[in-house]
Structures are given as C-alpha cells and as structure tokens.
C-alpha cells in the first residue's frame, strides 16, 4: 500500500530528528527498498552531529568501500565544539542553580537580568550560551540534555525570537524522549504563541507576508502535534477540539488536507467510548458529522481509504462500497507510522460505526447479513453482535431474536425539541467559519517550506 503511505508528504513539515522515527518505520513496513530507505537515511544523519550513526548507515549502505575522511574531521570539530560551548553554558549555570540566586529570581524577567547582571555581572549575551549548547546537544542527539538546558534559558531570556525557537527544540526533545505529559504541555504553549503573537516573529528571518508566515507556523505544528496526539491517552480527543477548531481546520484546507486521514482516525478511533455518555461524548459523537462535511469539500484535493470509509458510509449509505474501503482502510492504518498501534481499535470501533448506520434505516436486520457487511463470519458475526449490544447504548433499542436469527429494533419516536436541537447544532460553527473565511482570505501556501530556526530541519 506504498500509494498511500504518507511519510514523504509529512516529512518536509519536520524536523529531520523528529523524520528518523518515520525512516525506521519504513524499514520495519517494507513498503519501499529498504536500500532507498536507508539512502534517505545517510542523507539525514549527514547533516547533524550523529556522526557514529551517520558512519553506520554509509557502512551498510557501501560495505565494500572506505569510511570518508570529512567524518574524521567532522568529529574533531564536533568535540572541539562541544567542549567550548559547554564551558559557556556552565558558567552560566552554576550561578542560577546556587540557592540564593533561585530564591533572588522573580516573574519579571527584566528584574532578573538587571540582578544577575548587578551581583555576578552575567549578561543576556552570556545567557543565550544555554541556548546554544541545547541546540548542539539537539543536534547529536542528547534530547535529554537539550531539553533542560533550553529550558533554563527559556526562563530568562527576553529574547522573542529565540525564546520562540526553544519552544520548538524543547518540544521536539520532549517528543523524542517519549515524555508525552510534558510534550503535551510544550505543545500547548508553543500553540498558544503562534496563535497569540505577531505573525511576523513566528519564524526568524522571514520575509513573508504576516499572514502566510502565521499559516506555514501553524502547518508545523499540525504536523509535530501527530506525534503527541497519537501518543498521549487522551490525544485523540484533543486532536479532534483543536483541529476541528476553525483557525486549524483552515490551516488544514489551505496548506495540508492529508491531515485529514488523521481526523477522520480520531473520530472513528472515540466513537464507540463516547456512546457510554463521558463528558466528551456529545462534542465527538457530532464530530463525525463536520468532518464528512470536511471531508466532502477537500475530496478534490485528498482522499484514501480511511476517508472514502466515511464518505461511504455517511453520504453515500453504500455498505458493501464502505466494507471495501474498510478493507483497505484496515491496511492503510496498519501501515501508518502515527496509527499502526491503534489497528484493532479502528477496526473494531469501524465495524460499530457500520452497526450503528445499519440500525438506523433498518428495524429487522438479519445477523449474518450485518455479519457479512462487517467481514465477520456468521460465528463471529453473532459474538461481535451481542457484545456490541451488551457494551452499548444500542442495548435499549434493539433485542436479538436467536431463533429467527435476526435483531429488531425498537425506537422512541423523537421529541420535536431535540430534533430542532439536532439540526441546529453546527449552526454557531459554520457561521463562525464562515465569518472567519471572508475576514481572512486564505493565501496559497508557497512550495517551499521555511522552518522553526532551533533545529535543523528536513532538506
């Protein structure tokens, strides 16, 4: 299924760290020559400071050849390097990590410069040492350590321009330590920067347009985002509030419809939790509707079978066309780097949403019928059936008859209010989209991608 294997369209919106994890998944899948795979490898890890594994990669990829010797020297300086900068950035840190300095520092950032600078004469010159030992550790590969030391200078630094380009090296470092807790919470902030700040200082030295500047900052962060959403416990129903937002589904239109294979996943992947009645349950339940929606105007620009499942299913009412989309669908999210994990749950939470369309429009339905439309046998069928009835909501409408081999559903007719409820939901959404899309024209996105200035970034 490599036609419809994302990694090349997404890895241009990441940095080339964040794109190594994507690489090896590839190799894993076998979707592409892992020779090809390992090539875009070697050509990643040239431009960073992972010598050994750069070496590595030229190893397997030329075995019958000598090592170059640019790596040789590529080493030396990297030590040289790195010694220096750590010299700097120790300096820097025995005097805020002493006891008096922690408990002298306050909110004000200004009023902490003007005391470090007052009692042990460190400047704001001196301060950005921090930043540029974690950019160096980022850089070969000690995320850990690039982490704190971005932090720490993110505490005191006045600085705009690199405080905002922290934001994204620490919430890369976070995202490739696995720390999902804190990522999220970087991932939070760093949002609201981009949302809250002047368009023109989102990314350093940019010679765009405010607002297509804004647009391409947002783009970055849909993409980095997948890694904490799809991580996180509670990421698929946060993915769903913030890009279903109308700021970020109009990022999404404008510069990255794809994004929406990973909306459509997180709505299908809540769906059959939010029929116990959670406190999400109404927001993710109506979900499903604006993104067929969605779904149905971009379909010119994207579509795959995760997509055309719903589409299926929910404009066309076609189950035999949504059970061969779901078939390929199962395939497509087995394969996908960000949704490999949640395969049986798609598939389990699929087959729901086919149930449920199915009951809808039918009040006798045949099991092995409904069994066939979600690629069960008649067996498995039956169990899959009963349990779905047991663990749901369907429960107080639909009764199995064993004998006959058939469910029947009872429905209670429904009060005019809530059908008045139900039409006029989306109402407040749509408007407020609308009002949002004739205020701020969309700008075509440019080929070329600029990128968050802390770290390297894809070629």
Known sequence: MAEYDLSKTIIPYLDRHLAFPLLAHLVETSLFPVEQVQAA?????????????????????????????????????????????????????DVIENPDVAQALRQDKNQNLQY????????????TALYNFGQFQYTYGNYSGAADYL?????????????????????????LTGKWETALEELNTLRDVVD????????????????????????????????????????????LETFLSPTYLNTIQ???????????????????????GSAASSRVRHSIREIVKVIQTEEYQ????????????????????????????????GDDFFLGEFREEFLDNARYLISEAYCRIHQRIDIGDLSERLNLSRDEGEKWIVNLIRETRMGAEAKIDLEKNVIEIHRSPLP????????????????????????????????????????????
């Open 41 to 93: 490898q070697y050509e990643l890890a040239k431009g960073t400071n992972m010598l050994d594994y750069a070496v590595s990669l030229f190893e397997q990829l030329h075995p019958d050849e000598e090592i170059p010797e640019e790596f040789s020297g590529k080493r030396e300086k990297a030590v040289s390097t790195n010694e220096r900068l750590q010299l700097e950035a120790q300096a820097v840190l």
């Open 116 to 127: 470090l600078k007052d009692n042990y004469n460190l400047t704001l010159e001196q301060i």
């Open 151 to 175: 932090y720490h200078f993110r505490v005191l630094s006045t600085d705009n321009d690199l405080n905002t380009s922290a934001h994204w090296g620490k919430l890369a470092s976070d995202i």
């Open 196 to 239: 809250s700040r002047s368009p023109s200082t989102l990314l350093a030295a940019s010679a765009e347009p405010a607002a297509l500047t804004q647009l391409h900052s947002r783009t970055w962060l849909v993409h980095w985002s997948l890694f904490v959403y799809f991580n996180h416990p509670q990421g698929r129903t946060l993915l």
């Open 254 to 276: 404008t510069s990255s419809p794809w994004i929406l294979r990973y909306i459509a996943t997180a709505a299908i992947l809540s769906r059959k939790s939010a029929a116990g």
């Open 302 to 333: 994207y579509q795959d079978p995760v997509t055309s499942f719903l589409k299926e299913l929910y404009v066309e009412f076609d189950f035999e066309a949504a059970q061969r989309e779901l078939t390929l669908a199962d395939r497509v999210v």
């Open 416 to 459: 005019i209010y809530q059908s008045v409820i139900e039409k006029t939901r989306g109402l407040a959404f749509r408007t407020q989209a609308l009002g949002t899309g004739m205020l701020h024209s969309p700008q075509q996105p440019q080929q070329s991608q600029p990128q968050p200035a802390v770290v390297e970034g894809a070629p």
